[in-house]
């Protein structure tokens, strides 16, 4: 049964960073595109960000480019989300997925809240 298992969400002040990871199981991790998408408080779920299976190359909405850095260990099977100067508006569950292809698994999801 695949799992994916996010972690390093909290509560953090606007224009703080925090890092999230995505631990992958089950999962031939590093065949596919994977992605972190978010819900904020009261709103649909936004796509945020991908990367490629190698790691190659990385693409990101533009509410969040030049902040977060998307990144992965294949090695660990593992998923990052490195996020800087982050605003309120940012406010939301955070999930990591494999949404792109035929079969779509997601995470839990991991709360980040950014507030003074």
């Known amino acids: 049964q695949v799992q994916l298992v996010e972690s390093g969400g909290g509560l953090v002040q606007p224009g703080g960073s925090l890092r999230l990871s995505c631990a992958a199981s089950?999962?031939?991790?590093?065949?596919?595109?994977m992605s972190w998408v978010r819900q904020a408080p009261g709103k649909g779920l936004e796509w945020v960000s991908d990367?490629?299976?190698?790691?190659?190359?990385?693409y990101y909405a533009d509410s969040v480019k030049g902040r977060f850095t998307i990144s992965r260990d294949n090695a660990k099977n593992t998923l990052y989300l490195q996020m800087n100067s982050l605003k309120p508006e940012d406010t939301a569950i955070y999930y990591c997925?494999?949404?792109?292809?035929?079969?779509?698994?997601w995470g839990q999801g991991t709360q980040v809240t950014v507030s003074s």
């Open positions: 997925a494999k949404i792109r292809g035929s079969l779509t698994y």
């Open positions: 089950e999962l031939t991790f590093g065949s596919y595109t």
């Open positions: 990367i490629t299976s190698g790691g190659g190359s990385s």
